[in-house]
């Protein structure tokens, strides 16, 4: 399939030049200048990206975007030396934390799911086995039964 890319642009005055506010959850492009909200991308919770460039701190970007699946990848390089914006962890407040943090409550929280579903899923088996067994020495005495 062809691969479709175009350059991101304010609707309002064509400018290229896109800034980043974070959010917990989302990222907001708008136009560095005339300040107009030009996309909200939404991602996983907790996952946002930095507003300033991994390796020379500027702020503004250039959003290339590629058309995949339907929908849309927006991917942002920095104006001044191409770099890319880091993947940041941002909660409600706006505060960026550590990676490991994030990580650790999104183990816990599948772990806990997991681990439920697992007690589920021994439960129903033990029950199983019950009813197999039951079944099992419900034919044989029938056979039994029958065929001596
Ligand atoms: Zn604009
Ligand atoms: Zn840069």
């Known amino acids: 399939m062809r691969k479709i890319i175009r350059t991101a642009n304010c609707p309002k005055c064509g400018s290229v030049k896109l800034k980043i506010l974070s959010g917990n ?3 907001d492009y708008f136009c560095s200048e005339c300040k107009m909200n030009v996309k909200t991308i939404s991602c996983e ?14 702020d503004v970007f250039k959003v290339k975007i ?3 699946n339907g929908g849309e990848l927006w991917n942002p390089f920095c104006c ?9 962890c941002i ?16 183990i ?6 997991f681990e439920s579903k697992l007690l589920k899923l021994e439960s129903s088996v ?9 079944l099992k020495k419900k034919v044989e005495l029938t ?4 065929f001596k």
Not at 126 to 134: A, H
Not at 143 to 146: H, I, M, S, T, V
Request: aromatic share 10%.
């Open 25 to 27: 959850g989302k990222i």
């Open 45 to 58: 919770k907790f996952a946002s990206i930095s507003s300033k460039c991994k390796q020379c701190g500027n």
């Open 66 to 68: 590629q058309e995949k």
């Open 80 to 88: 001044k030396c191409n770099g890319q914006a880091s993947l940041i």
């Open 91 to 106: 909660d409600n407040q706006g505060n960026e934390f550590n990676i490991n943090k994030r990580e650790v409550i999104e």
């Open 108 to 113: 816990l929280s599948s772990m806990n799911l």
């Open 126 to 134: 033990y029950d199983f086995n019950k009813k197999v067994e039951k």
């Open 143 to 146: 056979y039994e039964y029958r």
